[in-house]
């Protein structure tokens, strides 16, 4: 079993920067891939970023690739989501994910889906007012 915990949200002005961060216990999350999503008010869970195990190959939804940045340290078994420029579109309820079990080579493909990841964290808010 693992568990997921956000934290880092919370309330800045357009431009403004947050780091959100996801602690991982119960079991490592070296050997997985990693994923965050977001949710706004009325809206289906989005993918924003993921990172895959080991040398950590990213990728990014496109209105945020030039101002998030996805990274781990697996040691602490930590994974972050630096957050630069941030717009009021940003604003969404955080979610990290940790990808399921099984073919690893699947999640080159399937790293946006929200069904590819098992575990989920409870979540923290982003709020950007203009």
């Known amino acids: 079993q693992v568990q997921l915990a956000e934290s880092g949200g919370g309330s800045v002005q357009a431009g403004g920067s947050l780091t959100l961060s996801c602690a991982a216990s119960?079991?490592?999350?070296?050997?997985?891939?990693m994923g965050w999503f977001r949710q706004a008010p009325g809206e289906e869970r989005a993918f924003v970023a993921a990172i895959t195990w080991g040398s950590g190959t990213t990728w990014y939804r496109d209105s945020v690739r030039d101002r998030f940045k996805i990274f781990r340290d697996d040691r602490e078994n930590m994974v972050y989501l630096r957050m630069n420029n941030l717009k009021p579109d940003d604003t969404a309820v955080y979610y990290c994910?940790?990808?399921?079990?099984?073919?690893?080579?699947?999640?080159?493909?399937?790293?946006?889906?929200?069904?590819?990841?098992?575990?989920w964290g409870q979540g923290t808010q982003v709020t950007v007012s203009s």
């Open positions: 119960g079991r490592g999350i070296s050997e997985y891939g």
């Open positions: 994910a940790r990808a399921s079990d099984g073919d690893r080579g699947t999640f080159y493909d399937t790293y946006r889906n929200v069904g590819r990841y098992t575990y």
